[in-house]
């Protein structure tokens, strides 16, 4: 598996740019994210997502349907989407540390 | 003789669920396991195929792989068949575990069943027939790449392709209706109304991450006045990557589910989103396992449903896209089920100029991500881009005749041309054509 080298640290990814492991997530991951999804700016609303999903996937070993994380974060559909323009499935997912979804994503 | 080409081997990513496999195979369980798949499953078709082929290589031109891989045969048509199921007939299944692991990663990654080769074949072979069966040997053997397996477990626990629970599908519907409703205050999402016009199903991936598809169109069956509906329960989601994975007893299972779900509903016909392999699983393959020749229901995909919306002006469309488009003709339904003049129809009516691609209609390269190869996952990316140089070329081409979006009416496709898009920094934006219905028709107040 390939590695990046982002703010000081290394991290291990698959073919798609997503994390080998949940537990290796951080801080810095979550700026290289950032900077490969081209957001420009990130803010309490994109943690509030990340927190969201972490937690989730922490319980239930999987991502969350994109109507659960509207419902706990209180944000409409297609606010998500302006927030991670790539989608839940693939950009907040991968911010988030989880895995790429299985199925036709 | 010539000494066979060395095979430009691509960087190949661990596949965790095929290595773990592939360690527990044995030569007995390979032996019996391809013998019995042969021996009672295959019969005169693949005899017929095998006694026919006369090697003759017209199909070779007609793979986007050998022809991205600078015509290294290996990745020919015949050459993936000789590579794999021509071996293991010639073994009689006497085959090692590395051929298998190879196999396998042939079957469902350097193949996407696009049957572009077959139309170029003189004896219309289905050289992706035979990757069926090659994938078919390896479900059996346990071999299956891990991220498409656990698609096909999804779909025979949950009979969707996404792990949906239950409750989570009508909530999501309840939720986009609600959202659409301030839109458009009377929108409904009927759920299981018995009757109607025609019941409308999706694949899993639109409820679980891409609900706003559900949404516009709800948004366009109420613009147009349908009367439609969705089940409730099980049956909603069309799609089925089991076909994909030769688990062809949960192939029939799931298409089971999803023409229950219409014959309960008593609706007359049943309208499909936008994806191309779950019109090839309940038009063709699924369907006939199950021993129906056609669809015990009527079914339509989007586009052939859109046209007739279009067409009968039970749509009307505000102002035309002014953006220039061009048009990708996905396997399973132009190659399958002859929809390209009825798409044409769609882009024309929508926009103001269509740049066709060359080649185009049943002649179009594939994605590379159908036929199951984007759903075996991260692994074999790289597979799918290198092996797609000639996809990126053509829509180079296009580009540079003015098209800046790419219409892909087919979920997989919409997928795997956004990687060769950004990979190649081809710069298109990607589109269905729900997506330019629902901004350019006109909206009831």
Partial sequence: MPTVEFGGKSFTVDEDGFIDDYTNWSEEWVQYVKKEEGIEELNDEHQKVITVLREYYEKNGIAPMVRVLSKVTGFKLKHIYELFPSGPGKGACKMAGLPKPTGCV | MAKAPAKTEPSQALDQGLAVGVARLTPEKIESTIRTVLKSETGARLSTYVETCIHCGLCAEACHYYLSHDNDPHYAPVGKVKQTLWEMIKQKGRVTPEFIEKAAIIAHTECNLCKRCAQYCPFGIDIAYLMLVVRRIIHKLGCTPLYIQDTAHSHSVTMNQMWVKGDEW????????????????DLRIPLDVEGAEIMYSVIAPEPKFQAQLIYQAAAIFHAAGVSWTMPSELGWDNSDMAMFTGD????????RAHYDAAIRLKVKRIVMGECGHAFRSVYDVGNRWLGWEMPPIPIVHAIDFYYELLKEGRIKITKKYPTPITLHDPCNVVRGGGL????RYVAHTLCESVVEMTP??????????GGGAINCGPPYKQTRISGNRIKAEQLFAAKTRGAQVLIAPCHNCHSGLHDIVHHYGVGLDIKFFGD???????KPA
């Fill in chain 2, 170 to 185: 009508p909530d999501t519907l309840q939720w986009q209706e609600e959202e659409a409703q301030a839109e458009f205050e």
């Fill in chain 2, 248 to 255: 062809n007893e949960i192939m029939g299972r799931i298409k």
């Fill in chain 2, 340 to 343: 390209h003049e009825k798409a």
């Fill in chain 2, 360 to 369: 185009n209609r049943e002649h179009n390269y594939c994605c590379a991500a």
């Fill in chain 2, 436 to 442: 330019l219905i629902y901004e350019l028709m006109e």
